[in-house]
């Protein structure tokens, strides 16, 4: 009789052929990167050799279009024990795997989670021969699932840097290293760096797919510079400032061949011109004879130009727009009788208003918590509301009840507007309320539910107009919102969702300051409805202040009386 293995017969048990749980290649290569799946690996081990050594603990993070979705963590008893230099660094000893499974008995859980992903690993050869060898020991075939290593990576991204290590990469991209030397503290990093690397590899090296990006992490390693390059190409590159703007390939008959966005116009149009460069840009550097630019104050109003020229200019090259990091808003629709706030990271000019940008939907959704407990409007789906049965928060005074017939709707549309006022700054009867609430449950003795109230009120205090940017809605703000970026100024008027731009490079806008001096003289009527154009510029804005608030100060028009006393505030 043929031994079954315990890995086998899990795999058996949890009906998964090993065949069918393998990625389809040819799919998955022709996937974009900024929209693949990613399994991050990280191992602990008992040594360096993955022959003699074996595995004490595993971490591996899932990246899909472009977020971390999920984690999987597990100590491994490796039959061996730990060498004292191991558990000094790791803190992993004897008796915290002594009762961890062993990795057969674990193996179908892993290829399962990895299902369908990319296998990435920071020193990939580590990594994936660790995992290579544990399977082999039980028998079971190797993953064909595609492969990246982002040391790899880092070694053509990251030339500067001398250590290409996880470590000081975390460090010098300020990414947050939590748990070092534990499976997946490191794994959630690796993920973290490559988040940050998918980026830069579209936007400075063309990479769009992830066979483009198989075939760039396999190429050579070179720092000398191309031969043979145009003349026209050098000359134009030696007149680029170091200044953020945005450059355009052009071809002999002057047709746009490629449009990109700098920080630095002369870093970034270097990488052209090296053999660091992937086949997409060679392809733009032989194709082109002239290169222009057009230089901004700050990267946000470079990327909205590059944008703009996309649309008009068509160029041969861009294959789409570029996807932006998404942003969380608070929505409430106004005019419904019942409306409430929730989370979403859609943003349209439709009607409704919405509160906000949040870098991460766990702010917004903490804020949306904080208004539950503050203010009695409805927290039910539709479906329950549509019951028009009353729930228990009726009877904890938490709910004015809308769902009922005979709710009072002047007292509805009051707690909406102590809701908006909020939003605005005017916090004192929200934090009324929730002290309120913290004593009577203290006077009850219910004092877990006390503390709660508590925490909930230091946060409001500590944290609230941290996370909030814009205090209007955002869809009806009027604001005037100043850029600072390595000394240069930029300003953008937010106008009931219209977008101005001041000394804009397109040269397309309409006069900045008929804008403003129009506002304050109550003309503001006199503009056309917003475009198109308006609701582009609002979600490129919203996503970069979103992570880059430092540099972003807002100046809310209700709170001057004519452009001068602006002109003043903002020059202070």
């Known amino acids: 009789m043929q031994n079954i293995s315990k890995s086998a017969l899990n795999y058996s048990l949890l009906n998964i052929d090993f065949e069918t749980v393998l990625p389809e290649n040819k799919k998955i290569t022709e996937i974009k990167i900024s929209e693949a799946d990613y399994s991050v690996i990280d191992f602990e081990t008992t040594g360096t050799s993955s022959k003699s050594g074996?595995?004490?603990?595993?971490?591996?993070?899932?990246?899909?279009?472009?977020?971390?979705?999920?984690?999987?963590?597990?100590?491994?008893?490796?039959?061996?024990?730990?060498?004292?230099?191991?558990?000094?660094?790791?803190?992993?000893?004897?008796?915290?795997?002594?009762?961890?499974?062993?990795?057969?008995?674990?193996?179908?859980?892993?290829?399962?989670?990895?299902?369908?992903?990319?296998?990435?690993?920071?020193?990939?050869?580590?990594?994936?021969?660790?995992?290579?060898?544990?399977?082999?020991?039980?028998?079971?075939?190797?993953?064909?699932?595609?492969?990246?290593?982002?040391?790899?990576?880092?070694?053509?991204?990251?030339?500067?840097?001398?250590?290409?290590?996880?470590?000081?990469?975390?460090?010098?991209?300020?990414?947050?290293?939590?748990?070092?030397?534990?499976?997946?503290?490191?794994?959630?990093?690796?993920?973290?760096?490559?988040?940050?690397?998918?980026?830069?590899?579209?936007?400075?090296?063309?990479?769009?797919?992830?066979?483009?990006?198989?075939?760039?992490?396999?190429?050579?390693?070179?720092?000398?510079?191309?031969?043979?390059?145009?003349?026209?190409?050098?000359?134009?590159?030696?007149?680029?400032?170091?200044?953020?703007?945005?450059?355009?390939?052009?071809?002999?008959?002057?047709?746009?061949?490629?449009?990109?966005?700098?920080?630095?116009?002369?870093?970034?149009?270097?990488?052209y011109f090296t053999s660091r460069s992937a086949a997409k840009t060679r392809e733009i550097t032989k194709g082109a004879n002239k290169?222009?630019?057009?230089?901004?104050?700050?990267?946000?109003?470079?990327l909205i130009a590059e944008t703009e020229l996309v649309k008009k200019l068509n160029p041969t090259v861009n294959t789409q727009l570029k996807k932006y990091p998404s942003s969380y808003f608070?929505?409430?629709?106004?005019?419904?009788?019942?409306?409430?706030?929730?989370?979403?990271?859609?943003?349209?000019?439709?009607?409704?208003?919405?509160?906000?940008?949040?870098?991460?939907?766990?702010?917004?959704?903490?804020?949306?918590?904080?208004?539950?407990?503050?203010?009695?409007?409805?927290?039910?789906?539709?479906?329950?509301?549509?019951?028009?049965?009353?729930?228990?928060?009726?009877?904890?005074?938490?709910?004015?009840?809308?769902?009922?017939?005979?709710?009072?709707?002047n007292e509805y549309n009051s707690e909406l507007e102590h809701l908006y006022k909020f939003f605005a700054g005017n916090n004192q009867t929200a934090v009324n309320r929730l002290i309120s609430k913290m004593q009577h449950f203290s006077q009850i003795k219910r004092f877990e539910i006390a503390a709660e109230y508590r925490d909930t009120v230091n946060h409001l205090l500590s944290q609230f107009y941290k996370t909030t940017l814009i205090r209007e809605p955002i869809n009806r703000a009027n604001a005037l919102i100043k850029i600072v970026e390595n000394g240069n100024e930029d300003y953008i008027l937010l106008q009931n969702g219209r977008v101005v731009i001041r000394n804009f490079v397109l040269k397309t806008e309409l006069n900045f300051d008929n804008y403003l001096f129009d506002y304050f003289d109550g003309n503001t009527q006199l503009y056309e409805n917003n475009t198109e154009r308006d609701i582009e510029r609002l979600r490129i804005l919203l996503s970069w202040i979103t992570i880059n608030n430092h540099k972003t100060k807002v100046y809310y028009l209700t709170d001057y009386n004519s452009k001068t006393e602006l002109e003043l505030a903002v020059s202070t």
């Open 54 to 271: 074996r595995v004490i603990e595993i971490g591996i993070t899932r990246i899909s279009n472009f977020k971390i979705v999920d984690t999987y963590q597990s100590m491994i008893n490796p039959g061996l024990s730990i060498p004292y230099f191991i558990t000094q660094l790791t803190g992993i000893s004897d008796q915290d795997v002594s009762g961890a499974p062993y990795f057969e008995d674990i193996a179908a859980e892993i290829i399962e989670f990895m299902d369908n992903s990319i296998i990435t690993a920071h020193n990939l050869a580590f990594d994936y021969g660790f995992l290579k060898s544990e399977l082999e020991r039980n028998s079971l075939p190797e993953p064909e699932n595609e492969k990246i290593c982002t040391l790899k990576l880092a070694r053509k991204l990251y030339p500067e840097l001398k250590s290409k290590s996880l470590s000081n990469l975390t460090n010098s991209l300020k990414i947050r290293h939590k748990n070092i030397h534990r499976a997946l503290g490191d794994s959630n990093a690796t993920a973290k760096l490559l988040l940050k690397m998918i980026p830069k590899l579209e936007d400075e090296f063309h990479i769009k797919t992830v066979k483009e990006l198989v075939l760039y992490q396999s190429s050579a390693l070179t720092t000398k510079r191309i031969k043979f390059i145009k003349k026209k190409l050098i000359d134009d590159y030696n007149s680029l400032p170091d200044s953020p703007g945005v450059y355009i390939f052009q071809d002999p008959s002057e047709e746009t061949v490629y449009i990109g966005k700098a920080k630095s116009l002369k870093k970034r149009v270097r990488n």
């Open 291 to 302: 290169l222009t630019y057009h230089k901004t104050n700050s990267e946000l109003t470079a």
């Open 330 to 409: 608070i929505k409430i629709n106004k005019d419904d009788f019942s409306a409430y706030p929730i989370v979403t990271k859609d943003f349209e000019l439709d009607g409704f208003d919405y509160f906000g940008p949040y870098k991460r939907r766990e702010f917004a959704t903490e804020i949306v918590s904080i208004l539950n407990k503050t203010f009695r409007l409805r927290e039910c789906s539709d479906k329950e509301f549509k019951k028009s049965k009353g729930c228990y928060l009726i009877d904890i005074d938490r709910c004015i009840a809308p769902c009922l017939n005979d709710f009072n709707k």
